[in-house]
């Protein structure tokens, strides 16, 4: 099954920082990649899985409420990627964090990453 490729997860002192990478499959173009919304997602245990942060094509930006300030999504289309630096980590920001891709137009077609483990000790 095609997946994202997720890097830089792992564990942080409450106030510290980590930045998430995430990188499309070579299958996908960088022509489509363009078109795609990109966010990350995650969930803590017990909990639904919640959106965090979300990138539109045209660059427009949209946050959890609890991470707005600290948390920053950005995309590098020529790489197909997309990063999620959060700094000033709080314990509730520990869980598994997910990468995704969304086509916007057209056929619905999205994927996933992998998921990966962030844990903020307090």
């Known amino acids: 099954q095609v997946q994202l490729v997720e890097s830089g997860g792992g564990s942080v002192q409450s106030g510290g920082s980590l930045r998430l990478s995430c990188v499309a499959p070579?299958?996908?173009?960088?022509?489509?990649?363009?078109?795609?919304?990109a966010a990350w997602y995650r969930q803590a245990p017990g909990k639904q899985r919640e959106l965090v942060a979300s990138i539109s094509p045209d660059g427009t930006t949209d946050y959890l409420q609890f991470v707005q300030g600290r948390f920053t999504i950005s995309r590098a289309n020529d790489r197909k990627s997309v990063y999620l630096q959060m700094n000033n980590l709080k314990f509730e920001d520990t869980a598994v964090y997910y990468c995704n891709i969304a086509r916007t137009t057209g056929q619905a077609y999205e994927l996933w990453g992998q998921g990966m483990q962030v844990t903020v000790s307090s």
């Open positions: 070579g299958m996908l173009s960088k022509a489509s990649f363009r078109i795609y919304r």
